[in-house]
């Protein structure tokens, strides 16, 4: 090949892969190299390191490692020390079990990358065998799994679930130092869609060395760092001792800097903190004319047909501003249109968020009942790792669901019992970790034979802040899993989740809730809807009560000008009081932003004819709205 080609190639790389290069730290005296070797396939590890078992006292492997076999070492200065590093699987987590379970060669190169031997192997069924084998591999696959995320625009759902990975031999057997040799890297060669590892030397490597890198690379923080290291530290018990606090059940809220972390600055008018207008400054009943409304959702324009509404195309002319995007200017809202009504309220993410939801909750002492125990990932992983290893001490159930507290739809979302896992799991994206529901209240589908997990959607509108006004619409939706359950299976989607009405291909089970209070008083005969709606009611009341008590950011902001519309999943748990009674607890999952309403409007064609009333005009006697 022609120099010049070469040279106009090797330019081409850097220039598409530059910011890639760039972010992954790879000193530019390598990139060259880097491309070389993609282009041809040069996997030269070997003529440089060696990878070496360790053993026990028992000569039992037990692991591996490796080290420097060159001469010569591997200088800083060698602009042939960038290597590339193969993958011996690459996953989704949901899929795992799956995986090993098809391809017999896989799941036997995992056990010997992983040193998992089963004990008197010969005396067991092949079936058994491969089931005790697989098992362990999703215990100790933590120990060496690695992931990356590719962004691009207009990703399904199903691409934006995380992509782990396990490197080859060679990329598996470098251990971890806090001083290390060597750095690794994922790295996305564009041209063939191809993902590799990549490592390259962090000081000059002599002959006889270890290749070490850094598992907790970036973290400075030494509590943190602790427990970023525990999978590979969980059978030492001093470890263990050295992460606990002197009360890891104690939760305190984060400072107002996290609250402001990562959200974009809402402005307020000046006065919002201080001077508490009352919503009855706007009465736009008493509007003669017909009532403007913007809106950018086609839902609304299909379905609003009340004649006091008209829509305009100009914002900043409605008399209601009904927007599907997050409103930040309340203060030029104030100034433009201080008699106007908008969708939304100041710093409401505090209950749309996960994390601070859980947090804002917490304020009030109700919340033990109907709030599942909640640590956030990102700054109580030690005091989670201690929480869990109590349970597990006092034998207690440890079923947990991990939630990103930034996306929708479970994605990237699930249910384990590892906490080697659950530790992990906050690389692909910040996670809470919430007590799972192990005994939720099930529904039994004939057409299944079985009985299934559901959840339930109340869409709830907030008139006012302070004092407090909220209503329920009267009707709620019901989401159904669609395998009966068990706490087997883990990974199994439709045995576990509910939201199936964005995944393809999959059944998706729709009853009213009319017909569903009838089914479910049949089936626990026990129980009447009507008791449980009232404790569902007043847990909802008492999470904006929760979220009100504090000012922003904190807190949701009173303001005279707002209204909101959210959506409250919640599930059923059995609960037993202390003379061994059994009963259902309502128990919070989550408060959606803007919830899709498709379903709503197609089978209740008055719905946004009853929201509108109800929100804006506070006409709410006539419609299928209850006031709590």
């Given at each position: 090949?022609?120099?010049?080609?070469?040279?106009?190639?090797?330019?081409?790389?850097?220039?598409?892969?530059?910011?890639?290069?760039?972010?992954?730290?790879?000193?530019?005296?390598?990139?060259?190299?880097?491309?070389?070797?993609?282009?041809?396939?040069?996997?030269?590890?070997?003529?440089?390191?060696?990878?070496?078992?360790?053993?026990?006292?028992?000569?039992?492997?037990?692991?591996?490692?490796?080290?420097?076999?060159?001469?010569?070492?591997?200088?800083?200065?060698?602009?042939?020390?960038?290597?590339?590093?193969?993958?011996?699987?690459?996953?989704?987590?949901?899929?795992?079990?799956?995986?090993?379970?098809?391809?017999?060669?896989?799941?036997?190169?995992?056990?010997?990358?992983?040193?998992?031997?089963?004990?008197?192997?010969?005396?067991?069924?092949?079936?058994?065998?491969?089931?005790?084998?697989?098992?362990?591999?999703?215990?100790?696959?933590?120990?060496?799994?690695?992931?990356?995320?590719?962004?691009?625009?207009?990703?399904?759902?199903?691409?934006?679930?995380?992509?782990?990975?396990?490197?080859?031999?060679?990329?598996?057997?470098?251990?971890?130092?806090?001083?290390?040799?060597?750095?690794?890297?994922?790295?996305?060669?564009?041209?063939?869609?191809?993902?590799?590892?990549?490592?390259?030397?962090?000081?000059?490597?002599?002959?006889?060395?270890?290749?070490?890198?850094?598992?907790?690379?970036?973290?400075?923080?030494?509590?943190?760092?602790?427990?970023?290291?525990?999978?590979?530290?969980?059978?030492?018990?001093?470890?263990?001792?050295?992460?606990?606090?002197?009360?890891?059940?104690?939760?305190?809220?984060?400072?107002?800097?996290?609250?402001?972390?990562?959200?974009?600055?809402?402005?307020?008018?000046?006065?919002?903190?201080?001077?508490?207008?009352?919503?009855?400054?706007?009465?736009?009943?008493?509007?003669?004319?017909?009532?403007?409304?913007?809106?950018?959702?086609?839902?609304?324009?299909?379905?609003?047909?009340?004649?006091?509404?008209?829509?305009?195309?100009?914002?900043?002319?409605?008399?209601?501003?009904?927007?599907?995007?997050?409103?930040?200017?309340?203060?030029?809202?104030?100034?433009?249109?201080?008699?106007?009504?908008?969708?939304?309220?100041?710093?409401?993410?505090?209950?749309?968020?996960?994390?601070?939801?859980?947090?804002?909750?917490?304020?009030?002492?109700?919340?033990?009942?109907?709030?599942?125990?909640?640590?956030?990932?990102?700054?109580?992983?030690?005091k989670f790792i201690c929480y869990f290893k109590a349970r597990?001490?006092?034998?207690?159930?440890?079923?947990?669901?991990?939630?990103?507290?930034?996306?929708?739809?479970?994605?990237?979302?699930?249910?384990?019992?590892?906490?080697?896992?659950?530790?992990?799991?906050?690389?692909?994206?910040?996670?809470?970790?919430?007590?799972?529901?192990?005994?939720?209240?099930?529904?039994?589908?004939?057409?299944?034979?079985?009985?299934?997990?559901?959840?339930?959607?109340?869409?709830?509108?907030?008139?006012?802040?302070?004092?407090?006004?909220i209503y329920t619409y009267n009707v709620f939706w019901l989401?159904?899993?669609?395998?009966?359950?068990?706490?087997?299976?883990?990974?199994?989607?439709?045995?576990?989740?509910?939201?199936?009405?964005?995944?393809?291909?999959?059944?998706?089970?729709?009853?009213?809730?009319?017909?569903?209070?009838?089914?479910?008083?049949?089936?626990?005969?026990?129980?009447?809807?009507?008791?449980?709606?009232?404790?569902?009611?007043?847990?909802?009341?008492?999470?904006?009560?929760?979220?009100?008590?504090?000012?922003?950011?904190?807190?949701?902001?009173?303001?005279?000008?707002?209204?909101?519309?959210?959506?409250?999943?919640?599930?059923?748990?059995?609960?037993q009081n202390d003379q061994g009674t059994k009963f259902i607890?309502?128990?919070?999952?989550?408060?959606?932003?803007?919830?899709?309403?498709?379903?709503?409007?197609?089978?209740?064609?008055?719905?946004?004819?009853?929201?509108?009333?109800?929100?804006?005009?506070?006409?709410?006697?006539?419609?299928?709205?209850?006031?709590?």
């Open positions: 090949m022609p120099e010049n080609l070469i040279d106009e190639l090797a330019k081409s790389f850097r220039d598409l892969h530059q910011s890639q290069l760039k972010s992954c730290g790879l000193p530019e005296q390598y990139w060259d190299y880097l491309f070389f070797k993609i282009k041809d396939e040069i996997f030269d590890a070997g003529d440089y390191f060696q990878i070496c078992m360790r053993v026990d006292e028992d000569d039992n492997v037990i692991g591996y490692k490796a080290k420097c076999i060159n001469e010569n070492g591997l200088k800083l200065y060698d602009e042939n020390g960038v290597f590339l590093i193969d993958h011996s699987w690459t996953y989704k987590v949901n899929d795992a079990r799956q995986n090993l379970m098809d391809n017999s060669n896989l799941l036997n190169r995992m056990c010997i990358m992983m040193s998992i031997v089963i004990p008197n192997e010969e005396d067991l069924e092949f079936k058994d065998v491969q089931m005790q084998k697989i098992d362990a591999v999703m215990e100790k696959m933590w120990k060496f799994n690695q992931t990356y995320k590719i962004s691009t625009e207009k990703l399904t759902d199903d691409e934006r679930e995380p992509v782990w990975y396990i490197m080859d031999e060679f990329g598996s057997s470098l251990r971890h130092s806090n001083d290390p040799t060597m750095k690794c890297s994922p790295f996305y060669y564009i041209p063939t869609a191809t993902m590799y590892s990549i490592i390259w030397p962090l000081k000059d490597i002599e002959c006889g060395d270890e290749l070490t890198r850094d598992y907790a690379y970036g973290i400075k923080d030494e509590k943190m760092r602790m427990a970023k290291l525990y999978p590979w530290n969980d059978d030492d018990e001093d470890y263990l001792e050295s992460l606990e606090e002197e009360d890891f059940t104690v939760q305190t809220e984060p400072s107002v800097d996290y609250f402001n972390s990562g959200r974009k600055d809402e402005t307020l008018p000046v006065e919002s903190e201080l001077e508490l207008i009352n919503i009855s400054k706007i009465n736009l009943s008493a509007n003669n004319n017909l009532i403007s409304v913007f809106t950018d959702m086609n839902s609304i324009k299909e379905n609003l047909t009340d004649s006091k509404f008209k829509f305009i195309d100009d914002m900043w002319k409605a008399d209601i501003i009904f927007v599907n995007k997050h409103f930040k200017d309340y203060k030029q809202l104030r100034e433009k249109l201080p008699n106007s009504l908008v969708n939304q309220f100041p710093y409401e993410n505090v209950v749309t968020v996960k994390d601070l939801l859980a947090v804002v909750c917490r304020r009030v002492p109700e919340s033990k009942y109907w709030l599942p125990t909640t640590y956030n990932l990102a700054y109580e992983l030690a597990e001490s006092d034998e207690l159930d440890n079923h947990w669901i991990l939630k990103p507290w930034n996306l929708a739809r479970s994605i990237d979302t699930t249910v384990t019992k590892c906490l080697n896992q659950i530790i992990r799991s906050q690389e692909t994206g910040p996670k809470i970790a919430c007590k799972y529901i192990t005994d939720p209240v099930l529904f039994y589908r004939h057409e299944i034979g079985g009985k299934v997990k559901f959840d339930v959607r109340y869409v709830v509108l907030v008139r006012s802040i302070k004092p407090l006004v989401r159904f899993a669609n395998k009966p359950y068990t706490l087997e299976n883990l990974e199994d989607y439709e045995k576990h989740f509910t939201v199936m009405n964005y995944k393809q291909n999959v059944n998706l089970k729709q009853i009213n809730c009319d017909e569903f209070i009838k089914l479910f008083e049949e089936q626990n005969s026990d129980f009447k809807w009507n008791s449980i709606q009232e404790k569902i009611f007043k847990m909802i009341r008492q999470v904006f009560e929760s979220a009100s008590q504090q000012l922003p950011p904190k807190g949701i902001a009173h303001n005279y000008q707002s209204r909101a519309m959210y959506a409250v999943d919640l599930m059923l748990d059995w609960k607890q309502p128990m919070l999952c989550e408060v959606n932003f803007m919830p899709d309403c498709t379903r709503a409007c197609k089978h209740h064609p008055n719905f946004f004819n009853d929201i509108f009333n109800a929100l804006f005009l506070d006409s709410w006697e006539n419609t299928n709205v209850t006031k709590i």
